[in-house]
C-alpha cells in the first residue's frame, strides 16, 4: 500500500508504477514521470535517490525529455528502479513520505498535467498476430477456404509502418483523403475516405537494441521489452483496399497511430501472464519458446458521437487471444539482422476473440459494411464518422487492485477539402 491515495478502481496503484512524459503549465519542459493513482511523481526530482548499481552512474536519465535512454539501460536498471520507487511510495517508508518540501516539488496531479509521446519512435512495425481477425478478415474478401494465407501459421506477419504519424492519446486525427475504387467496374476516385475505422492493439516499446546483422535469440528477447501500450491503429479501408497489392498498407494506414501516454512495465504484468496458445504447427525452431508470455489483459473499445450524452462500448476482447507471442514478434523482426533501437515500437495487430463482441475493429463488428451497430441515443454506425471519439481501455484485475494503462483516445477530424 502507498501513502499515496489510491482509489479502488484506479488503473494506476504502487502494483503498477508506470512511465510517462508529461510537462505542466508551472514547468512546461517534458520531463519523465511515474503514475500513482491520481498522481505523476517526477523522477527529475528524485533522482538522487537512484543509488543503486545499474543507475548510480545514469541518474541524469531521468532528465531526459522521453524514455529512450532509461529504455536503453536494459532490464538490471528497470527492476532497480522499480523496486525503489515501490519502497519509496510504500506507506511505511517515511523518506520520501515525511519530506513535506520534496513532495511539493516532486507530485503533480495528473488532471493538471499534459502528456506527451514516451519515446522519440524511431521506427514503428504493425503485427497481424491475431488468428480470430486475420480468419475474419480473409473470409471477407477471400471465401472460407483461403480465409489464412499460406504463411500465416508459420511466421508472425508484419509490415514497417510510419513512426512519424505515432500521435499521443487526446490528439485529434483527420479523415484522409485519398486514392480508392468503390466501384470495380469504374475508374478510380479521389476523394475522402468513406470507410474509416479503428483497430484495437496493443504494442511494446523495445528497450535495448542489437546490432545490425546480429538477430536477437527468441531465448533472450525478453530482455528487450520494456513496457506496453494501449494502440489505436486508424484504418482507411476503401484507400486500403484499393492500394495494398502487391506491397502493402500504405496510406490506408500512415495517416495516424493513437497510443496511450503510460507504458506498463512487464514486471507489473508479471502476475498476469498466461500459457501460450497451442501452435499447430509447430513453428521453425528459432520461433520456438517455453517461457509464458501471454497476458490476460482485459480491453474494451467505446464510441462517442457527437450528440451523444454517453460513449457506447462497442468491443470487449483480451490480449490473451493472440496467436503469436511478443517474444516471437521481435525474434522474427530481427532474424535477418534487422537492427532494432530503444523506443521502437512494435504492435499486436487487431485483436479479435471467437465472440462477435470480441471483434477489434468496425470492419468486423459491421462485417465488411453489412450489419449495422447500435449504439443507442438513436445513433447507429457501420464505421466511423465525422465528430466520433473512439476510447480504448484496459486492464489486468488484480486480488483487489487492477493494473490498468489509462486511456487510448482520439477524434475524428473531417477531412480537408482538396485545393
Known amino acids: 500500500m502507498s ?33 500513482i493513482g491520481d498522481q505523476i511523481l517526477d523522477l527529475s526530482a528524485i533522482k ?19 524514455l529512450n535512454r532509461f529504455m536503453g539501460l536494459g532490464q538490471a536498471a528497470w527492476k532497480e528502479a522499480r523496486a525503489l520507487l515501490q519502497s519509496l511510495l510504500s506507506a511505511g517508508q517515511a523518506r520520501l513520505r515525511d519530506n513535506t518540501e520534496l513532495r511539493a516539488r516532486a507530485f503533480t496531479s495528473q488532471a493538471s498535467a499534459t502528456m506527451h509521446l514516451p519515446a522519440t ?7 497481424y498476430s491475431s488468428r480470430q481477425h486475420a480468419t475474419n478478415v480473409g473470409i471477407m474478401f477471400r471465401g472460407k477456404e ?10 508472425p506477419v508484419g509490415y514497417h509502418g510510419r513512426a512519424s ?3 499521443v492519446s487526446g490528439t485529434p486525427v483527420r479523415r484522409p483523403m485519398g486514392q480508392m475504387r468503390p ?31 546480429e538477430p536477437i ?17 486508424w484504418s482507411a479501408r476503401d484507400i486500403q483496399q484499393w492500394e495494398y497489392v502487391p506491397l502493402g498498407p500504405f496510406l490506408g494506414k500512415s495517416f495516424g497511430t493513437t497510443i496511450s501516454p503510460w507504458v506498463v512495465p512487464m514486471d507489473a504484468l508479471e502476475p498476469f501472464v498466461m500459457p501460450n496458445p497451442e501452435q499447430d504447427p509447430r513453428p521453425l525452431q528459432y520461433l520456438c519458446h517455453n517461457r509464458p508470455y501471454t ?99 484496459g486492464h489486468c484485475q488484480g486480488n483487489g487492485y487492477r493494473v490498468g494503462f489509462g486511456q487510448c483516445s482520439g477524434k475524428v477530424l473531417p477531412a480537408l477539402s482538396p485545393a
Open 48 to 66: 538522487h535517490f537512484f543509488t543503486g548499481p545499474a543507475l548510480a552512474k545514469h541518474q541524469d536519465v531521468f532528465d531526459e525529455p522521453t
Open 183 to 213: 466501384d470495380t467496374s469504374q475508374p478510380p476516385v479521389y476523394g475522402p475516405c468513406k470507410l474509416l475505422d479503428f483497430e484495437l492493439e496493443m504494442a511494446f516499446f523495445v528497450g535495448p537494441g542489437n546490432r545490425l546483422g
Open 217 to 233: 535469440p527468441v531465448s533472450k528477447a525478453h530482455e528487450h521489452i520494456f513496457g506496453m501500450v494501449l494502440m489505436n491503429d
Open 165 to 167: 504519424s505515432v500521435v
Open 295 to 393: 497476458f490476460d489483459i482485459s480491453l474494451s473499445v467505446a464510441l462517442k458521437g457527437e450528440g451523444m450524452s454517453q460513449a457506447a462500448t462497442v468491443c470487449r476482447s483480451n490480449f490473451k487471444h493472440m496467436y503469436w507471442t511478443m517474444l516471437q514478434q521481435l525474434a522474427h523482426h530481427s532474424v535477418n539482422g534487422c537492427n532494432l533501437r530503444p523506443g521502437d515500437l512494435l504492435a499486436s495487430g487487431t485483436i479479435s476473440g471467437p465472440e462477435p463482441e470480441n471483434f477489434g475493429c468496425l470492419l468486423e463488428l459491421s462485417w465488411r459494411g453489412t450489419r449495422t451497430l447500435e449504439l443507442g441515443q438513436g445513433q447507429t454506425r457501420k464505421f466511423l464518422q465525422d465528430g466520433d471519439e473512439v476510447i480504448i481501455t
Open 121 to 127: 519512435i524511431g521506427d514503428y512495425t504493425d503485427f
Open 3 to 35: 501513502f499515496v491515495p489510491v482509489a479502488a478502481d484506479s488503473d494506476f496503484p504502487i502494483q503498477n508504477l508506470p512511465y510517462g512524459i508529461f510537462s505542466t503549465q508551472a514547468n512546461p519542459r517534458p520531463r519523465i514521470g511515474v503514475a
Open 146 to 155: 483461403n480465409a489464412l494465407m499460406p504463411n500465416w501459421l508459420h511466421l
